[in-house]
């Protein structure tokens, strides 16, 4: 079984440098919104009997780039992982500022993300035992973010990759066999 795991395509959305609590939230909501940039990856050629998409519009529009006329099996189990401010302020806070704290919080399963890390290891360890079961060669469009945790979660049930980074560019893909 082979499982090629594809980091989406860039988003064609430019972020706010400094954000305010109120900005950054409604930033955040916006980019899961915005179209992918017009770009092309290339990505190891097989014929992937099923092709797994987050609901996000950015991994299934990859997915149509990536395999034209491959069908598609969308699940929210492979959902990036939210992200919001980490609290409120009306101070313009440097977007690094709130990138870190909120991953943070999420890393202490702080009540203040939509999901802390045992959800989000929950979802792909559900995910990781669904294909596991169909034991075919797949293609998973998912997120940076996510991939992370997905990754070890196959690595705990016997599956080797190549290609893993420490942080995954757009169109960047890792093969996980076993």
């Known amino acids: 079984m082979r499982v090629v795991i594809i980091r989406h395509a860039e988003v064609d959305f430019c972020w706010s440098r400094r954000c ?14 915005f179209p992918i940039k017009n770009v092309s990856y290339k990505i190891p050629k097989n014929v992937y009997r099923k092709i797994y ?10 997915a149509k780039k990536l395999f034209p006329n491959g069908e598609y099996f969308e699940s929210g189990l492979i959902n ?8 409120d302020t009306k101070v313009n806070m440097p977007l690094w500022f ?6 943070l ?10 999901e802390g890390r045992r959800q989000t290891r929950d979802r792909a360890k ?26 070890k979660e196959m690595k705990k049930v016997g599956f080797k990759m190549t290609g893993a ?3 995954f560019k757009n169109g960047e893909y890792v093969i996980a066999a076993r």
């Open 20 to 33: 305010t609590s109120e900005l950054f939230d409604s930033e955040c909501r916006k980019y899961d919104l």
């Open 53 to 62: 998409v987050s609901e996000y519009s950015r991994s299934q529009d990859t």
């Open 80 to 87: 990036e992982v939210p992200l919001k401010s980490s609290f």
């Open 98 to 103: 709130w990138n870190l704290t909120g991953r």
């Open 105 to 114: 919080q999420w890393f202490v399963n702080s009540g203040r993300q939509v």
């Open 126 to 151: 559900e995910f990781v035992e669904m294909i596991g079961n169909d034991d075919m060669d797949v293609a998973v469009v998912t997120h940076g973010f996510f991939m992370h945790t997905l990754l």
């Open 165 to 167: 980074s420490v942080k």
